[in-house]
């Protein structure tokens, strides 16, 4: 048999989950080595043409392979491209790995958040229509067709300080233009508290939980503090990322650009402060307040912010609290432990069972009811 034919006889087999495991190695060494390729495509094709736009999408991006490393030591290799996502998810309709989601699954995260005013009242974002939705304290509060927040300053004799809060929900993001011109991204489950002006300030003082990025205006003669449950960073004009998140193990600040301090809280007292340096990561952990600097990952570290889920060498309950805070579900085990590890990237904009069937190459499977998802072998 020609090479050629034996490819294409892998490949088929690979698509409809029949290989061994001597022949998924084998999957494994020719894909890493670029020989299945045409064919990979080529299969798809004949599953139900690729159309002109497909073909261009596909020679402008890189493919991006996801890999999943199994507790025996074999890694398997999805051949999966961003470009061709759609097409896959569209011609694979009827695949074994869509069978246990077909009654029931989740949507994708979006733009929905709350803001809760000075006073208490609170304004559904997701929901309020474009124009001004609110009015107070020095400042008219808008939401622009782009879906983001614009704070404007209105002239005012009141001198009182007030705070807004903006939260997303477990599927949820939202982008905010602060009073200063500084921009927040928020991930899932996650928010921001800020005053409603910075008039009458000494310094900028914001509260987060939960996961944000920062694009600081800057101003060196007022000071930007971004305060957590466990530490304060202090800036004056730069870019960063905090991921403050209670069921993680660690708050992690990441720097892009310009410098910050990270100072460890007790209480009211700072124990420790470190500056970073641009592509350098602060971890304080949860469990003994220790702070360490080390190189950052910043394509893993701005994947949420891109669109976008980023594993390299993540362990399954790491991949999964991201999958519960953007889809909304509660996840359940029934085995009691595994040490998969994942890389590769995914979109976020698919539905949670398009997420899933990639993982479940790894030899884990799962289950969707209502709002649980259930991890089984």
């Known amino acids: 048999m020609e090479d050629k034919e034996f490819y294409r006889i892998l490949v088929s087999r690979y698509i409809n989950k029949q290989l061994s495991d001597d022949e998924l190695e084998l999957f494994v060494q020719l894909t890493k080595d670029g020989k299945l390729d045409e064919h ?3 299969a798809m094709d004949e599953e139900g043409g690729i159309s002109e736009a497909d073909e ?3 020679k402008q991006i890189k493919i991006k392979p996801l890999w999943l490393k199994l507790t025996a030591a074999v890694v398997v290799l999805v051949t999966l491209s961003i470009g061709l ?13 869509r069978a246990v989601y077909t009654k029931q699954d989740a949507e994708p995260g979006g733009n929905k958040a709350i803001l809760t005013l000075a006073d208490g009242t609170e304004i559904s974002l997701t929901d309020a229509v474009n124009g001004q939705i609110a009015k107070q304290a020095g ?5 622009n067709a782009s879906g983001q927040l614009v704070y404007t300053v209105i002239e005012s ?4 300080m007030a705070y807004n809060t903006i939260s997303t929900p477990r599927g949820g993001q939202y982008q905010v233009n602060l009073p200063d011109g500084t921009r927040v991204w928020l991930n899932a489950a996650s928010s921001v508290k800020f005053p409603t002006s910075f008039a009458n300030a000494t310094y900028r003082r914001v509260e987060l939980t939960g996961e944000a990025y920062f694009e600081v205006f800057k101003n060196k003669k007022l000071p930007f503090i971004v305060i957590t449950d466990k530490q304060e960073v202090e800036v004056f004009g730069t870019h960063f990322n905090i991921n403050s998140y209670d069921d993680e193990t660690s708050i992690k600040t990441t720097l892009l650009e310009g410098s910050v301090k990270v100072s460890l809280l007790n209480g009211r007292n700072k ?16 469990q003994d307040m220790s702070l360490k600097i080390s190189k950052a990952n910043i394509d893993q570290v701005m994947a949420w912010q891109k669109g976008y889920f980023h594993f390299e060498g993540d362990d399954l309950q790491s991949v999964l609290r991201q999958l519960s805070r953007w889809y909304d579900v509660d996840v359940l085990y029934e085995i009691n432990h595994t040490d998969d590890e994942f890389m590769g990237d995914i979109p976020r904009n698919v539905k949670l069972s398009e997420v899933l069937k990639i993982l479940e190459f790894g030899g884990v499977h799962f289950k969707i009811e209502g709002k649980k998802l259930i991890v089984t072998k």
Request: no cysteine; hydrophobic share 30%; charged share 25%.
């Open 85 to 97: 996502y759609s097409y896959v998810n569209h011609n694979l309709n009827n695949a074994n790995l």
């Open 271 to 286: 124990k420790v402060s470190r500056f970073l340096r641009p592509g350098e990561q602060a971890n304080v952990e949860h």
């Open 139 to 143: 400042v008219a509060i808008t939401k």
């Open 157 to 160: 004799r009141k001198k009182e």
């Open 40 to 42: 990979l495509l080529g």
């Open 56 to 58: 261009d999408h596909h």
